[in-house]
């Protein structure tokens, strides 16, 4: 057990959510996707004023477990999962948060590059980046960019899209 994970708080929540997305990223999926589990529970039992907080670090309102979710789901492969999470997440993120916005929707990308359709999943990750104002590009945004690159199979690499992608965000 993690510290402070058995108390629900927007702590608790942040703790699970970064360790569900490590998880993720390190691979072991089954364990992200229980942490993800664990952290909704958490959720459900946080106060009213904390779940309703959208625009500060003190709240944990219900986009930040999609966000969390989509990530998960997008790196585990269960693209339907990622699909419901980044719906939702679109839907419930105030229109002041465009850079949380666009990393749904990379990971939109990443999945889309994932099940194979190549060409589409880079575009739509360099069509965001493009619609994305350069002053919300960040070391997240470019983060999670490469790992729309990284949903590419190797030998699918040599695409022009590919290395123009990686180039931008490598700069």
Do not use: F
Request: aromatic share 4%; hydrophobic share 40%; charged share 25%.
């Amino acid at each position: 057990m993690l510290p402070l994970a058995g108390r629900p708080s927007a702590a608790t929540c942040g703790l699970l959510a970064g360790r569900a997305q490590a998880l993720s990223l390190a691979g072991r999926h089954d364990e992200a996707v229980a942490t993800v589990r664990h952290l909704s529970e958490q959720i459900e039992k946080l106060p009213a004023a904390v779940v309703g907080d959208v625009e500060s670090l003190w709240g944990w309102p219900e986009h930040r477990l999609r966000h969390t979710e989509s990530w998960v789901y997008t790196h585990s492969g269960d693209r339907r999962a990622a699909a419901a999470a980044q719906a939702r997440a679109l839907e419930l993120y105030p229109a002041s948060q465009i850079r949380l916005r666009t990393q749904v929707q990379l990971h939109q990308a990443a999945a889309t590059a994932r099940t194979g359709d190549i060409t589409d999943g880079l575009t739509a990750a360099a069509d965001l980046l493009d619609r994305l104002p350069q002053e919300q590009h960040n070391e997240l945004v470019r983060a999670v960019t490469l790992q729309v690159t990284a949903a590419v199979p190797d030998r699918e690499r040599h695409r022009p899209l590919y290395t123009e992608l990686i180039d931008r965000v490598q700069r």
